[in-house]
């Protein structure tokens, strides 16, 4: 299965916005990016998935690299609720969860 | 709707215990997933089972053991567990398909003494 590289931490300030990058260098064209984010001790959550084009929904935007071998979840004004750890996901046959980008959100 | 529910929340067992973990879905999902995840790891697969069938077991040891009573239901049988077993439990679901989204349960604390 495909792999993604993802920056172990990042940290934003309250009410900026925050890029969070992701590689996946090894995607196949069939494969979808999923991002999933996870708060302390709770599930993984679900926020934007794409495949080729950029895409908006009411937590974040997906922008997708022409050559999809990267893509940028945007979350755009950071909230303290948004700290958690982010995960870049291909699916193809199946999900593997890769290690994640863990977010601070400095008031 | 998208709510995926798991029970227990939390769960103490000892090595010699047998114990079930359950996770229920009514979203018409056909495709349910049980994830292990050690403290500061991400999720990792354990089994999917799709239609009712299991399709993948991620080789875990035989002292989990799931089922898949109907298409709604999922559980994860425990027995003879060890202390490294210890972890939060993770059930998911999907429609099956293409993308596969999969939606998450909130997870059972396990604890093995």
């Known amino acids: 299965d495909a792999k993604t590289t993802q920056p172990n931490s990042m940290e934003s300030n309250e009410e900026e916005p925050v890029h969070l990058p992701c590689n996946h260098s090894?995607?196949?064209?069939?494969?979808?990016i999923h991002w999933y984010r996870q708060l302390p001790s709770q599930g993984p959550e679900y926020v934007i998935h794409?495949?080729?084009s950029n895409v908006n929904n009411r937590m974040a935007s997906l922008a997708i690299a022409e050559d999809r071998k990267s893509s940028t979840l945007i979350l755009h004004r950071a909230t303290l609720r948004d700290a958690a750890v982010y995960y870049c996901?291909?699916?193809?046959?199946?999900?593997?969860f890769g290690t994640g980008t863990s977010l601070t959100v400095i008031p | 709707d998208t709510e995926v529910t798991q029970t227990p929340k939390h769960l103490v067992m000892g090595m010699t215990n047998k114990k079930s973990l359950k996770c229920e879905q009514h979203?018409?999902?056909?495709?349910m997933y049980w994830y292990k995840q050690k403290a500061k790891k991400p999720p990792e697969l354990m089994f999917v089972?799709?239609?009712?069938?299991?399709?993948i077991n991620e080789s875990v040891p035989s002292r989990f053991s799931p089922e898949c009573p109907n298409s709604s239901l999922l559980n994860l049988h425990l027995h003879a567990l060890q202390p490294e077993d210890s972890a939060l439990y993770l059930c998911?679901?999907?429609?099956?398909?293409?993308?596969?989204?999969?939606?998450f349960g909130p997870g059972t604390r396990l604890t093995v003494l």
């Open positions: 998911a679901s999907s429609r099956g398909g293409r993308p596969d989204t999969q939606y």
């Open positions: 090894t995607i196949s064209g069939t494969d979808y």
């Open positions: 794409g495949l080729t």
């Open positions: 996901i291909l699916t193809g046959n199946q999900f593997y």
């Open positions: 979203m018409g999902h056909r495709a």
């Open positions: 089972y799709s239609y009712e069938k299991l399709s």
